[in-house]
């Protein structure tokens, strides 16, 4: 049995918040160990002067977590599951994903007016490549602008006037009691959220295979069938988590129902697909071959090649 368990964890307020919200929860199924927190300032963290996907996408929060574990000085990593690339690195899996709330994202604006109601050109602070095209979509004479930092560092750089409105994971403003500062949280239909927003998921070692049994045992079965199907499809077309994709599975009388919207950058050319299975990796690729047969796989090389990756 293990005496102690090691999260490793950023250590902006809402990482640590869920890190010691697992903490809880192990500690509730396993109160004889110890469960200890190592905060860590990833290289995502550093990078603050560039888009995520001009440095190397979301995976660089990830990364140093994932060192601390193969070192050993880490068990685990908790993360917003859509911050998690679709495909893991080799001796990584993801043994728990649940915990999720509200998975659409929230508008915060300064003076509480809806989206519909910003005044033209207002600038809107957002460095998500797909809250950018889905808001362009529905009001292209915005301006978007890069923000980066965390959620503090945002709502203050709002407050001081250097944006008129920020886009934010309502989740994280719940979970960080903020959400008396939303705005107005957007319908699914107009920004489709990201493949496994709202939820979280714990990483650890493929090889520590009494870990694995205990974090299963925290396991919501529902809500980790929905993050798959929707995971499934980034993993199917090769879209990593910064590509302006949203996919939104939930239970329905057919099984799962899944959603998927592939946009170009401008919001102009946008592609659909959607599907009801029991399976939920099988409904992923089906909801990702519809979309591959409206030109995904020739628009994300299109996008790739306008920001430069090679």
């Known amino acids: 049995m293990k005496d102690r368990i090691v999260i490793a964890t950023r250590e902006s307020k809402l990482a640590l918040w869920q890190a010691d919200f697992i903490r809880e929860k192990l500690l509730e199924i396993q109160p004889g160990i ?3 927190l190592l905060g860590m300032t990833t290289r995502g963290d550093r990078w603050l002067d560039s888009p995520l996907s001009e440095v190397g996408g979301k995976g660089l929060f990830i990364k140093d977590l994932e060192e601390a574990m193969l070192s050993g000085r880490a068990d685990v990593a908790v993360h917003s599951m859509k911050d998690v690339p679709a495909l893991l690195p080799d001796g990584f899996v993801l043994p728990l994903i649940g915990f999720r709330a509200d998975a659409r994202d929230a508008l915060v604006v300064t003076g509480g007016k809806k989206l519909e109601e910003l005044p033209e050109g207002a600038r809107v602070g957002s460095s998500s490549l797909r809250r ?10 915005l301006r978007l602008l890069p923000v980066r930092g965390n959620v503090g560092t945002r709502l203050a750089k709002l407050d001081a006037g250097d944006y008129d409105a920020l886009v934010l994971a309502a989740a994280g403003l719940e979970r960080l009691n903020l959400a008396d500062r939303i705005t107005e949280t957007l319908a699914i239909e107009v920004m489709l959220p990201a493949a496994g927003q709202g939820a979280l998921g714990v990483e650890c070692r493929a090889d520590d295979t009494r870990l694995i049994e205990i974090l299963e045992q925290l396991v919501d079965l529902e809500v980790a069938e929905c993050v798959i199907a929707e995971r499934t499809v980034s993993a199917a077309l090769g879209a990593d988590c910064s590509a302006p994709l949203g ?3 939930r239970r329905g009388p057919k099984g799962i129902h899944l959603e998927a919207l592939l946009s ?3 919001g102009g050319r946008r592609l659909r697909g959607q599907s009801d299975g029991l399976e939920p990796e099988s409904l992923g ?4 071959a519809q979309l591959k047969d409206q030109g995904a796989v020739e628009l994300l090389e299109s996008l790739d090649a306008s920001s430069g990756v090679p």
Request: charged share 25%; proline share 4%.
């Open 132 to 141: 950018k095209a889905m808001l362009l979509a529905v009001r292209p004479d």
């Open 34 to 36: 110890s469960v200890d």
């Open 247 to 249: 996919a939104h599975a």
């Open 285 to 288: 690729r089906a909801v990702a």
């Open 264 to 266: 170009s950058a401008d």
